[in-house]
């Protein structure tokens, strides 16, 4: 089992920033974020893998850095040029390869409005 913990959400103007954080209680494979908008599916924002891979979704492209450090355990997030249509939950997700696994926090909100 693995444990994921996100902080860092919250009320932010357009154009701002902010800078998500998610700890996990063990090493995983693979770490990313999604958001899930009210009445939307959730998608996929960003992810990086243990060999520094990273995939963005296009709509998050140049403004949205995601980062790991592999001696906390900690994935972050960073959201620069925030958007109005960025609002959403914001999930932190963890795949693990021994055993296999796949974990989601519990969710923090981002609200981008002025």
């Known amino acids: 089992q693995v444990q994921l913990v996100e902080s860092g959400g919250g009320l932010v103007q357009p154009g701002g920033s902010l800078r998500l954080s998610c700890a996990a209680s063990r090493f995983c494979f693979k770490m990313g974020w999604y958001r899930q908008a009210p009445g939307k599916q959730r998608e996929l924002v960003a992810l990086?893998?243990?060999?520094?891979?990273?995939n963005y979704d296009d709509s998050v492209k140049g403004r949205f850095t995601i980062s790991r450090d592999n001696a906390k355990n900690m994935v972050y997030l960073q959201m620069n040029s925030l958007r109005p249509e960025d609002t959403a939950v914001y999930y932190c997700n963890a795949k693990t390869v021994f055993p296999p696994g796949d974990y989601w926090g519990q969710g923090t909100q981002v609200t981008v409005s002025s």
């Open positions: 990086h893998t243990n060999g520094g891979l990273t």
